[in-house]
């Protein structure tokens, strides 16, 4: 995301006014809604524009531009309505990008299938991260990117260490495609299924959550 994007944020909870007010400091245009003029009076001077509105009038949302943003992020979760209403407002208004925020697996299947063109798990993923630190498993990194599709970083099992990809034959084994290796400070994004694993080096992984599931129960 470039400084000349602008992005409009709707739901101004802990999620979407964090979000709005990073992307403030970074110089981005954003402009954030909310139906909580509270709320709207406190992120005033953190944002670029700050509205309160009820997203479901519609003479309301048409006065809000949406059209003329280049992302928009459904800051709703709790509210599975007010996220869909929100989502379809910018879905209809043709915004190029459309990032919503989900609890459920089930709401997310929703948001996609109205238009959403990634939907992200605040809570579930910051939940998993500290469990598998508390578990000291080797996942330093677990992040969803779709209901079905995940991308993660795992430290290499005993199994794996003086093999390479092509030994293993490791997508046919495990159905995840590695993406790069990272032995140090050193990323390696190329010749990856000759790369010789060794003690420490990790690999960053994508592919299915399910079949990132079943990884986890090797470790």
Same mark, same amino acid.
């Given at each position: 995301?470039? +400084? /000349?994007?602008? #992005?409009?944020?709707?739901? %101004?909870?802990?999620?979407?006014?964090?979000? &709005?007010?990073? @992307?403030?400091? *970074?110089?981005?245009?954003?402009?954030?809604?909310?139906?909580?003029?509270?709320?709207?009076?406190?992120?005033?001077?953190?944002?670029?524009?700050?509205?309160?509105?009820?997203?479901?009038?519609?003479?309301?949302?048409?006065?809000?531009?949406?059209?003329?943003?280049?992302?928009?992020?459904?800051?709703?979760?709790?509210?599975?309505?007010?996220?869909?209403?929100?989502?379809?407002?910018? +879905? /209809?208004?043709? #915004?190029?990008?459309?990032? %919503?925020?989900?609890?459920?697996?089930?709401? &997310?299947?929703? @948001?996609?299938? *109205?238009?959403?063109?990634?939907?992200?798990?605040?809570?579930?993923?910051?939940?998993?991260?500290?469990?598998?630190?508390?578990?000291?498993?080797?996942?330093?990194?677990?992040?969803?990117?779709?209901?079905?599709?995940?991308?993660?970083?795992?430290?290499?099992?005993?199994?794996?260490?003086?093999?390479?990809?092509?030994?293993?034959?490791?997508?046919?084994?495990?159905?995840?495609?590695?993406?790069?290796?990272?032995?140090?400070?050193?990323?390696?994004?190329?010749?990856?299924?000759?790369?010789?694993?060794?003690?420490?080096?990790?690999?960053?992984?994508?592919?299915?959550?399910?079949?990132?599931?079943?990884?986890?129960?090797?470790?």
């Amino acid at each position: 995301m470039n +400084k /000349d994007t602008s #992005v409009i944020v709707m739901g %101004a909870g802990l999620f979407g006014s964090s979000v &709005a007010k990073k @992307l403030f400091e *970074l110089g981005i245009e954003v402009m954030v809604v909310d139906h909580n003029y509270d709320i709207i009076e406190e992120l005033a001077n953190n944002v670029t524009t700050a509205v309160q509105c009820d997203l479901f009038d519609e003479k309301a949302v048409d006065e809000l531009g949406i059209a003329n943003f280049d992302v928009a992020i459904i800051g709703i979760g709790s509210n599975l309505e007010s996220s869909i209403i929100a989502t379809l407002a910018a +879905k /209809d208004r043709n #915004v190029n990008r459309i990032i %919503a925020k989900a609890t459920t697996h089930t709401q &997310a299947r929703i @948001l996609e299938k *109205l238009g959403a063109d990634q939907v992200i798990f605040p809570e579930i993923d910051m939940g998993e991260r500290l469990a598998r630190s508390i578990s000291g498993k080797n996942f330093l990194e677990y992040i969803h990117f779709s209901d079905e599709y995940t991308i993660m970083e795992i430290e290499a099992l005993d199994d794996w260490i003086g093999k390479s990809l092509v030994d293993m034959d490791f997508y046919n084994k495990y159905h995840m495609n590695v993406v790069a290796f990272r032995r140090d400070k050193t990323t390696t994004l190329s010749n990856l299924a000759q790369y010789k694993i060794q003690s420490g080096d990790y690999l960053i992984l994508i592919g299915k959550y399910s079949d990132a599931e079943q990884l986890e129960v090797l470790d």
